[in-house]
Every structure is written in structure tokens, then in C-alpha cells.
């Protein structure tokens, strides 16, 4: 199985997934534009993301005055950074760590337990999943992203 937006924590092109059925920790990236905020901004991304094939995984957006930040998890960060580049949109990519669990109760709980046990600070975070679907995705960055991997992935254990 292949994530969104994932690279290696290993050297080379090979990609190391942490899996079990009901909880996978992976780092990866996520693609973030950084612009004035205007009605259209989001059609202006989107639109030539999916002319392109880019398939969004998860999204988070945020205005803050008149700047908006739009922060993206794809299935090809490479085609998506060159499709915003292109519009002069200037992405850039950002670390993260992409959390594939079990949509049920209880399972974001645990998350936020072992990050405060670690007593590592929660930068941010955001989720995406439907009521029928059976997992959801996490998409988390911590003050610690190389510390926190390794805590998470005692979940699986």
C-alpha cells in the first residue's frame, strides 16, 4: 500500500510503511501554498490539480488577516509542486506525519495521549474521513516529527 504525499524514512527511493490492519504511521509531506486571500483561491488550486491528475487526500485551509494558507496532501507531491509552480502559486513542501488508523472512537484519544506521555507539542493537526468509511487519515506535525514516529508506532506494538 502506498501513502499520499510519502517518502522514505530510509535512504534511497524505497518506501518503509509501518503497517497492521488497524494503524499505519508514515512520514511524508504535504504540499503548502501560501497567498492573499481572494474568492476563487481555492478553484485557482484545484482546478489545475485535477486537469493534471493530482488526486487531493486531505486538505486544511486557514485565513489569517488577508493571507490564506492552504496546506495539501496528494497522491504525487512532485506533479502537484510543478502544477502550482507553474501557476506562480510558489508551493513548497513540509514534513509531516500521516497517520492511516481505524475511524472509530477513541483512536484520536490514544494519538494525543502518547504525544503528551512523550511530552511532545502538537503543532498541527487535521483528519479527513466519511461516516462510511471504516479508517481515516491523520495528518500531524509536532515540535518533534523524529521523536514522535517512533512513540506512535508503539500503537501498532
Known amino acids: 500500500m502506498q501513502a499520499p504525499g510519502m517518502y522514505s524514512r530510509s535512504s534511497g527511493?524505497?518506501?518503509e510503511i509501518r503497517s497492521e490492519k488497524m494503524f499505519e504511521v508514515l512520514q511524508g509531506k504535504e504540499v503548502?501554498?501560501?497567498a492573499k486571500n481572494a474568492i476563487g483561491l481555492l478553484s485557482d488550486l484545484a482546478k489545475p490539480l485535477a486537469e493534471k491528475g493530482v488526486?487531493?487526500?486531505?486538505?486544511?485551509?486557514e485565513v489569517c488577516e488577508?493571507?490564506?494558507i492552504v496546506r495539501l496532501v496528494t497522491d504525487d507531491n512532485l506533479r502537484a509542486v510543478d502544477v502550482l509552480n507553474n501557476k506562480g502559486l510558489n508551493p513548497k513542501e513540509?514534513?509531516?506525519?500521516?497517520?492511516h488508523m481505524l475511524h472509530k472512537p477513541g483512536m484520536l484519544k490514544r494519538v494525543a495521549e502518547i504525544m503528551d506521555e512523550a511530552k511532545i507539542d502538537i503543532k498541527r493537526i487535521y483528519a479527513t474521513a466519511l461516516d462510511s468509511?471504516?479508517?481515516?487519515?491523520i495528518v500531524l506535525h509536532t515540535d518533534a516529527d523524529e521523536h514522535a514516529i517512533p512513540k506512535?508506532?508503539?500503537m501498532i506494538s
Open 133 to 137: 468509511d471504516d479508517r481515516c487519515l
Open 94 to 99: 513540509e514534513e509531516v506525519i500521516l497517520i
Open 32 to 34: 503548502v501554498v501560501q
Open 152 to 154: 506512535l508506532d508503539k
Open 13 to 15: 527511493d524505497h518506501q
Open 55 to 61: 488526486s487531493l487526500r486531505a486538505m486544511n485551509s
Open 66 to 68: 488577508n493571507e490564506c
